[in-house]
């Protein structure tokens, strides 16, 4: 059996362009893919708690699972090399698109995955050093991080600020938040917040 695994970690990414990937690879290689495994899940969570795992434990001996790339398997050196140790005891091969490596059972194949993954860890581990970095370095230069002060508080910032003299006209006449957001459409909890803000004296 072939497999054609596709993973993506958020909602905005798109299947697609993976699937397309994998179809043309086989194309070239004279295959077809005889079964998808499409899955929206960060790489860091656990491969048994992924469509990956239920396939790694159906595969057999003999079975092909292509991916557009290693990563696409896991985030992390340490769970890339347990798949494919489990791959390989299998006797299931693994091959990359993007990578272009032919993972099997031998020994050159394992030196290559592992090679792999720990310059793939390496990378992410110093693009996480350069982020923390070039932001201790902009912080250190004045610039503030972060959302601007003020611009969740400040009244004119939020959706009551166009009734504001409607909410006052209201809460003098003695009608509840309640009743205001009945007749505004707005969450009692969102103009009580809004007068506080606002510091309206009513």
């Known amino acids: 059996m072939i497999y054609g695994y596709i993973r993506v970690s958020s909602d905005r990414q798109t299947v697609e362009n993976q699937r397309y990937e994998i179809e043309q690879f086989a194309v070239r290689e004279g295959m077809s893919v005889d079964g998808w495994i499409e899955e929206t899940i960060s790489g860091t969570k656990s491969y048994d708690k992924r469509k990956l795992g239920r396939l790694l434990r159906k595969v057999s ?5 292509i991916c557009s790339e290693l990563s696409r398997l896991g985030r992390s050196l ?3 090399m347990d798949i494919l140790n489990i791959c390989m005891n299998k006797k ?5 698109v993007k990578d272009g490596y032919r993972l099997g059972d031998d020994i050159q194949s394992k030196v290559l995955a592992f090679a792999f993954g720990l310059s793939a860890e390496i990378e992410r581990n110093l693009i996480s050093q350069r982020t923390i970095e070039a932001l201790a370095r902009k912080k250190a230069e004045g610039v503030v991080l972060g959302r601007p002060q003020g611009r969740k508080t400040d009244p004119e910032h939020q959706k009551c600020y166009v009734f504001h003299a409607r909410i006052m006209r209201m809460r003098g006449k003695g009608l509840s938040y309640s009743e205001i957001g009945r007749r505004l459409r707005i969450h009692r909890s969102t103009i009580s917040k809004y007068v506080c803000n606002a510091s309206i004296d009513l």
Do not use: K, R
């Open 61 to 65: 001996s003999g079975d092909l699972i």
């Open 78 to 80: 340490f769970m890339i």
């Open 92 to 96: 299931c091969q693994v091959w990359t």
